[in-house]
Structure formats: structure tokens, C-alpha cells
């Protein structure tokens, strides 16, 4: 079984269930972090309520640069712990969750007057190498290569050759990390934990912690969640409640007895635009021209994304819920990107969308600037009792949930473990359910005779997304074809994909569905976005029963969106 039933229709339900029972444990935070921890947690047949003020994913884990990798770049400020870590999490990711884990070739190219000089280059990726494949289980898809000028030229012609302040191009260097949906993995983690905890345990979004519930010594046993769907407030109790909430971590434990600041927030923004423009067959990974930060150019289907910056975010409003691209974000990194691509000039007409988040990174008082930040990820807990987690990447999830399950044992906020294998590192870097190889899922199309039901792209893009679970849209468009219908023109969204996330991945808002559920709100033009908004509410409202003026709602709320990530 790969999937289950868990849309708003359950809600009630869940709710129900909430006051009746004492969790193993309460896990306030629905990312990529939070997610990872259910996981665990489910492995160990340990029960658990995961609640999230917005949707699943809502803050940094569905607007980064969508890598699962090592981090090269961190081998100059010698945390080779960090990369080990990293690589060998990445590397578990592809061979377990192949479809959306795919190895993605990258590009680093060194000149004349560059900071990074060809033996710099040499030595990383040889370092690269050794730390990513030496005495571990899984192996990186390939070895790095190093590749001449005249070479270079070959394979990526668009890439500049010379520039008048770079000099001329000496050598590259290729190596390979992953690209993903980190929203879309993050979904899969909390469906597998449901699955796993076989009923034991729920996971709710848009349920905000309003408070803490303290026992008779002063201890957190419980939180009040407001429950923003059915518009009530709900009691929920625990033997651990855990905070895994990212960026809004010193928020959440103002709560709390806990005084301390502990989190230093980047702004990075990411610019989309058509592949076509640049010409770039491979990822790159490069320097702004106007102060040096690494950024990157990717690859990723029919589009390129370009970015992060990485920018201090103190906003004036306090709002960390909502950061946005800014002209100055586009001009910094179209700056760099029109130097070392020379003859894709590009302007503003060539956004397809944008999108921005914020790294919950750990403040550091030696740190001279935001790319100097550790990525390390911290495990402290407040005098009255509620385990915090932050920090880290999306990459080291596995670990940093498996990290704070051991910690929790540890200091006795969960009784210790009668199964000796959960104490062992490890011991969840299992296959995931919804994880297949192409071959297989070929070979499982061709069994149940829905090779052809969809179209080359469609059915790439299905696999890639939903893996196995790709099978159970295909039956749909085969029982009835219309299904597979494109939504819009030239795009693989269509109803049986919307009808399959509407069942089984609890969205209950058009823009969970489009920033969230699928890609849609980034790589879909945003002068296209009114349409796909109105198809897809269409199929909500078919779905969800909604009335004329909440389905009108729900695409303004959508469209109101979009324009925010748009600012010409």
C-alpha cells in the first residue's frame, strides 16, 4: 500500500481522536524537519500528532533550491563533518527514492582571475569524492570528472569562454548532487509515518499552537491548538512535545521559560525562466560577479532556476510567513547569470515566477557574513520541557529527526526502547513505499497494460512526482480519458492527478495544491496562473462540495499570491 485516504472529509475525525489519547509524542511543525521526525518516530511504533500553523511545507521546505546535496561549497570553511553527513543522506535518498531523488550533472568553472583556481577546483572534488563514496553503504551516482576549456565549449556553448574581469576560462570541474520536489518529499514522509503508525497517529495543518499545557511540576505535557479549518480550539497531550517549527523557532518558545534568541534568518530568492534562453544542458554552480557569493544556475526540465541569494531577513513587519522576490534580488543574480551567459540577455519578460524562503540558520557571533553561517543543526530544550530542533538541511532530515528521537530517550522524555535496533544509527534508511526505479515502473505499466494511457511528458512527470503511486492515476485516465486531459496547454497537470492529491494528500486550499502539492505556481508562466487557478477550483469545489463564493475566494486568495511573487 503506498497511499491512503487523508483529505479535510476526515478532519472531524482526527479531531476526535486528539481527545481520547495521550501521544508518544507532539511534533509542532509540518516541514521537511518535522516530517523526518514523524517518519522516525512511526518506525518505532511510536505515536504522534504533527500540527502546522499553515500547510505542510508552507515555510523553507517547499522554497529552496531544490537539492537534496552535499554542500561543496562547505569544504572551504573545512566542515567536512557537515558534507559527510550530507552526502551520505543524499546518496540514501537517491537509491531509496529514486524518482523524486534524481542525480543532476554540475558544472564548476574556473578563469583566469576567478577566486577559484583549477588546483582549488581539483582538490574539492577529489575531497568530494573521497568523503561522498569512502566506507558507506551507498555510492554517488558517478565520479567527478574534469573537463578542458575547448571540451567545455562543446557540450555547454552558451557558457562564457571569456569575460574582460574573469580572463579566460582555464578548466571545469563536473561532479554530480541531486535535484527534487522538497515539498513533495516532505508530503511523502508524513504519508509514510501515517501509514507505518497504522492509525495511531495524525498529522494537521492549519492548526496553530495558541499555548502550552503544564502539569503540577511546571512541565509541558500538552499544547492548545486553534484549529483553523473547523474553526475550534483543541486540547492535545503528549509525553514529548517537540518544536521543529524552522525560522519561527524563537516565536514559537516565547512561550515557554526560554529567553535565549537561537536563530539567524537568510532571505533566498530563486528566479525561473525558460531553459531555452540560456542553453544550459547541466547545472552550474558559480560566483556573483558583483561580490563573490555562490549561487546556482539549474537545470530542471524546461526551465532554469537561478539563485539563492543569501541576504540577513529582519523584515520590518515581523512577518516571517510571507518573503518576497524584490528587484534587487532579480537584478543581483540576472547580473552575474547575463555575464557568464552572454547571449541570453535577460529581462524581466523572461520570469516565468519566483519564489523565496527563509533558512532557519543557527545564530553564530563569529560569522562575518550570512554564506559564512554554519548549516549544522542544534538539538536544546526549554527549563520546562519542550525539545527544540533547528538548523541544519533539508539533505540531513533522516538524521536530524533519528538525532532527536535518541535524545529524547536519552534524557527520559520517552521510556527506553524494548527493540534494541532503534537505538541503531540507521535503522531507518529503508526504502520508501513510494519510491520506484523507471525500469520498474516501466515493466509495472507494461503489466497492467498502461504503457500508452499518457503521453511521453505526462507520463514522466507523473512518475517523477508520484512514483508508484503514478500507477493509481494511470488506472483513472485509462477508466476514463478525459482525466488525463491537460489542464492547460502544453502542461502535464490534469484531473486525475488534482482528484488524486484532493484524496489522498490533504490540501485543503488552491494554493496548497499549486505551491505545494505539484510545482505549478513556479514552472507554469504567471500571466497562465488565472487559468490554472480556475481549472483546478473547479475540481476542488467538484471535490469538497464548496459553494460559488468560496470557490471565487480560493482563486483570488491563489492570484493574489502570484502577483506578490511578481513585481513588474
Not at 574556473?110 to 583556481?117: P, Q, T, V
Not at 483543541?234 to 537561537?262: C, M, N, P, R
Not at 522576490?325 to 552572454?342: A, G, H, I, Q, W
Request: charged residues 25%.
Amino acid at each position: 500500500m503506498t497511499s491512503q485516504q487523508w483529505n479535510p472529509t476526515f478532519r472531524e475525525q482526527h479531531i476526535s481522536q486528539t481527545q481520547t489519547k495521550e501521544y508518544d509524542l507532539i511534533i509542532i511543525g509540518g516541514g521537511i524537519t518535522g516530517a523526518g521526525i514523524a517518519r522516525e518516530a512511526a518506525l518505532r511504533n511510536l505515536s504522534f500528532c504533527l500540527v502546522d500553523k499553515n500547510d505542510f511545507a508552507f515555510g523553507t521546505s517547499s522554497r529552496s533550491s531544490k537539492l537534496f546535496h552535499g554542500g561543496l561549497r562547505y569544504l572551504s570553511s573545512m566542515h567536512v563533518n557537515l558534507v559527510r553527513e550530507s552526502t551520505t543522506e543524499r546518496n540514501w535518498l537517491m537509491h531509496h527514492l529514486p524518482n523524486l531523488v534524481r542525480p543532476l550533472g554540475f558544472m564548476y568553472c574556473a578563469y583566469e582571475k576567478s577566486k577559484d583556481k583549477p588546483r582549488d577546483i581539483r582538490l574539492a572534488l577529489t575531497l568530494y569524492d573521497l568523503v561522498s563514496n569512502v566506507g558507506t553503504r551507498f555510492k554517488n551516482y558517478r565520479k567527478s570528472k574534469y573537463f578542458s576549456p575547448e571540451f567545455v565549449e562543446e557540450i555547454e556553448p552558451q557558457i562564457t569562454q571569456y569575460d574582460p574581469d574573469l580572463g579566460k576560462m582555464l578548466m571545469a570541474g563536473f561532479y554530480y548532487d541531486t535535484n527534487c520536489d522538497d515539498a513533495r518529499v516532505t508530503l511523502e514522509l508524513i504519508k509514510e509515518s501515517l501509514i507505518y503508525s497504522e492509525g495511531q497517529s495524525i498529522a494537521l495543518n492549519y492548526a496553530k499552537v495558541n499555548e502550552f499545557i503544564k502539569d503540577s511540576h511546571d512541565r509541558v505535557k500538552g499544547v492548545v491548538v486553534y484549529d483553523q479549518i473547523l474553526d475550534r480550539i483543541i486540547e492535545i497531550k503528549a509525553k514529548a512535545v517537540v518544536a521543529a517549527v524552522g525560522i519561527w523557532t524563537d516565536e514559537l518558545l516565547k512561550q515557554t521559560a526560554f529567553g535565549e534568541e537561537k536563530i539567524y534568518p537568510t532571505k533566498g530568492v530563486h528566479v525561473v525562466v525558460p531553459q531555452e534562453r540560456l542553453g544550459n544542458r547541466n547545472a552550474f554552480g558559480v560566483r556573483s560577479v558583483d561580490d563573490g557569493r555562490f549561487f546556482f544556475v539549474l537545470r530542471r526540465g524546461k526551465v532554469s532556476v537561478i539563485g539563492t541569494t543569501d541576504t540577513a531577513y529582519y523584515p520590518e513587519s515581523k512577518d516571517l510567513d510571507h518573503p518576497w522576490c524584490k528587484k534587487e534580488d532579480c537584478d543581483y543574480l540576472f547580473s552575474t547569470v547575463n555575464r557568464l551567459f552572454p547571449h541570453a540577455r535577460l529581462t524581466y519578460d523572461d520570469i516565468i515566477g519566483t519564489f523565496a524562503g527563509i533558512r532557519p540558520l543557527i545564530r553564530e557571533k563569529n560569522a562575518k557574513h550570512e554564506s559564512a553561517v554554519s548549516r549544522s543543526h542544534e538539538i536544546f530544550e526549554t527549563k520546562d520541557g519542550v525539545v527544540a530542533i533547528a538548523g541544519g538541511k533539508s539533505t540531513t532530515h533522516r538524521l536530524m529527526a533519528e538525532e532527536l528521537i535518541f535524545y529524547l530517550v536519552k534524557k527520559g522524555y520517552l521510556p527506553k526502547f524494548k527493540n534494541s535496533r532503534y537505538l541503531q544509527k540507521g535503522f531507518s534508511m529503508i526504502p520508501f513505499k513510494v519510491g520506484i526505479t523507471r525500469k520498474d515502473f516501466d515493466q509495472e505499466l507494461k503489466h497492467k497494460g498502461l504503457e500508452n494511457v499518457a503521453w511521453p511528458e505526462q507520463l514522466d512527470y507523473l512518475y517523477q512526482q508520484f512514483g508508484k503511486q503514478a500507477v493509481q492515476i494511470l488506472e483513472e485516465i485509462k477508466r476514463d480519458p478525459s482525466l488525463g486531459k491537460p489542464l492547460l496547454d502544453g502542461y502535464s497537470h490534469c484531473k486525475a492527478e488534482i482528484q488524486f492529491i484532493l484524496a489522498h494528500e490533504n490540501a485543503p486550499h488552491v494554493t496548497d495544491v499549486l505551491c505545494r502539492r505539484t510545482e505549478a505556481q513556479w514552472m507554469i508562466w504567471h500571466y497562465k496562473q488565472n487559468e490554472l487557478a480556475e481549472k483546478v477550483a473547479n475540481i476542488m469545489a467538484e471535490f469538497y462540495g464548496w459553494r460559488d463564493d468560496q470557490k471565487q475566494a480560493e482563486m483570488d486568495a491563489y492570484v493574489s499570491y502570484i502577483k506578490k511573487t511578481i513585481w513588474f
